[in-house]
């Protein structure tokens, strides 16, 4: 049964396009892992697993997927009296993440993501658009997300380096969905050198589970994952009402 189709932050990097390529690659498994789950968009389109498991290095995302999970009321109630304005956008942007309480923080990064243009993680400004409403509707904020509450209650929430996260969870019954920063864009927040897409090819092949990842179609990654069971997906992306497409890469270890 599917509870949640949309991921509650915008994301850069979202995978709710290519998801109709990975959704029916999946294997039978019985634990379910994103160790780079970003907004979460194949967890919350897929039909639940038995366990799941979402681990993500960013601090802030990961404590608004735990807020979400055990302080919903709590969390709804920081948005009674306000606006969507850019002047707040900023005033938020501006405020030091020490000086708030964890569900403050959670609201600030809601507020701030949601409102970020192209779901960028960092260096992000205020989105806006002349073609459609604003996706941040203050009035709906419970409604959109006590789906999402009720998913993340039966989910463990991780807050580990990616490969800490496989190391821990590599069962044979393990199905590990890896979707990390695409190589040579921005926007991430966090440097993920070609290095480590090596590393993670290495873990593809010597783990227990199953794995499919998910990355950019350049040399560097189809050299990186030379070996391993590639395919090409097409993917329209928009940006700015732009439609770009791409091709991309899903890579299998089965």
């Known amino acids: 049964m599917k509870e949640q189709s949309l991921p509650?932050?915008?994301?850069?990097?979202?995978?709710?396009?290519?998801?109709k390529h990975i959704l029916p690659l999946f294997p039978a498994h019985t634990c379910y892992v994103e160790p780079f789950c970003g907004a979460a968009a194949l967890y919350f389109l897929k039909t639940p697993s038995k366990t799941e498991v979402i681990n993500d290095i960013n601090g802030e995302l990961v404590n608004l997927y735990r807020v979400v999970k055990h302080h919903l009321e709590e969390f709804v109630r920081q948005f009674k009296w306000a606006l969507v304005s850019r002047q707040i956008y900023k005033w938020l942007q501006d405020t030091p993440e020490e000086t708030l309480t964890d569900i403050q923080r959670a609201a600030r990064f809601y507020y701030l993501q949601k409102q970020a243009f192209g779901g960028k993680v960092a260096d992000h400004s205020f989105g806006t658009s002349t073609t459609s409403a604003p996706r941040f509707n203050l009035l709906r904020i419970e409604e959109e997300l006590?789906?999402?509450h009720l998913r993340l209650s039966r989910t463990l929430i991780e807050h580990l380096d990616?490969?800490?996260?496989i190391e821990r969870y590599d069962r044979p019954h393990t199905l590990f969905y890896c979707d990390p920063p695409y190589w040579g864009t921005e926007g991430y927040g966090v440097d993920f050198p070609i290095g480590n897409y090596i590393h993670m090819s290495e873990l593809a092949r010597s783990i227990k589970g199953k794995m499919?990842?998910?990355?950019?179609?350049?040399?560097?990654?189809r050299q990186a994952f030379k070996g391993l069971n590639i395919q090409t997906v097409c993917i329209n992306y928009s940006l700015s009402g732009k439609s770009s497409p791409r091709q991309e890469l899903v890579i299998c270890n089965f």
């Open 162 to 165: 990616w490969h800490q996260c």
């Open 146 to 148: 006590s789906m999402a």
């Open 212 to 221: 499919i990842i998910s990355v950019n179609d350049i040399p560097e990654m």
């Open 8 to 19: 509650i932050v915008p994301w850069i990097g979202g995978k709710r396009r290519l998801a």
